[in-house]
């Protein structure tokens, strides 16, 4: 579940979540280009997806082998 908060938290903070562990490295806030910031919004949406449908997968699987 962190991995699903910081999937989110890249989605609504793109610029902030790109720029993470690597601010040392400017002496000048960096300006990212508009294609890096959609391409980190979708990949964040996507991967939230994909981990919620493999969880939901999972616990029906395991409901389904109760029965």
Given at each position: ?67
């Amino acid at each position: 579940m962190p991995l699903c908060a910081v999937l989110i938290w890249s989605y609504f903070y793109p610029e902030e979540s790109m720029l993470f562990g690597k601010r040392w490295m400017y002496k000048e806030e960096p300006e990212l280009s508009e294609g890096a910031i959609r391409y980190t919004k979708v990949a964040s949406l996507i991967s939230l997806i994909v981990i919620a449908l493999i969880f939901l997968i999972s616990i029906v699987v395991y409901v389904i082998g109760k029965f």
